[in-house]
């Protein structure tokens, strides 16, 4: 069970059944972990319950993104034990217009406030070496030179974490398979604002772009593969 089948009718129960992914696409021989938009605004500056937090940032996740945020350091740290490159994404603040036209927080906030909330958490900021890309759309890969960087590396495998479920990382899953990468939606990585986006979309992606594994999957693939050519993981996350 993944988590999504609760949001299922009827219908999508019998047709999950003849139509449904069976096994994994399977992962590649190189991964790159792609961390997607992990800001302060969008779980809060403390550890609050989501409706807490958004009184001081209407677009926060609260303690789910909180929990994301934890299960992302512990497999960013494996990436770094294993010598798997990172990259961060982040958004562009120059004054370009971004994709859609509403204020990140309320007018009340300071500059000191929206600056700090712009600011990739501290539990996975990049350390020196780390790339950091900024965008000015959802997807990772629109307008940005991330795909050069992944084919200067020779990744076969980016490995996704980061918010929201159904916006920024599902536009980057989809690129990513676009330009043909194997890709991994890690799914204790992610986080929305509401469930039914979070697990909906996690089950979409599943079907057609990547394949959803939990972070423990995603650590156990990292460590088998420990800078050699191994096979990849293949099993389903339980």
């Known amino acids: 069970m993944h988590g999504w089948e609760r949001f299922f009718s009827e219908r999508d129960k019998e ?4 139509w449904g992914k069976k096994e994994l696409f399977g992962f590649g021989e190189k991964p790159a972990l792609v961390l997607i938009d992990m800001y302060y605004s969008v779980v809060g500056l403390t550890r609050e319950p989501i409706f807490e ?23 960013l740290a494996v990436a770094r034990e294993t010598g798997v490159p990172v990259v961060h994404i982040k958004g562009l603040n120059t004054g370009i217009k971004p994709w859609i036209h509403r204020k990140r927080g309320p007018s009340s906030l300071s500059a000191e406030m ?14 020196a070496g780390e790339v950091v890309i900024e965008k000015t759309a959802p997807s990772a890969f629109q307008g940005t030179p991330l795909s050069f960087h992944l ?20 536009a980057s899953a989809v690129d990513a398979a676009t330009n ?4 991994g939606v890690i799914s204790d990585c992610v986080y929305d604002r509401t469930e039914a986006s979070h697990f909906m979309n996690l089950y979409d992606m599943h079907q057609k772009y990547a ?14 593969l420990g800078g050699a050519v191994e096979p990849a993981i293949t099993r389903m996350a339980s």
């Open 53 to 75: 937090s958004m009184k001081t940032w209407p677009g926060s996740m609260g303690l789910e993104g909180w929990a994301a945020v934890d299960k992302t350091a512990e497999l």
């Open 114 to 127: 929206r600056l700090k909330g712009e600011q990739i958490c501290d539990e996975v900021a990049p350390i």
């Open 211 to 224: 394949d959803v594994v939990d972070a423990e999957a995603a650590k156990a693939y990292f460590r088998k």
């Open 15 to 18: 047709h999950d059944k003849h």
């Open 151 to 170: 084919t200067s590396m020779g990744i076969d495998t980016v490995i996704m974490c980061g918010e929201s479920t159904s916006g920024c990382v599902r």
């Open 180 to 183: 043909r990468y194997r890709v």
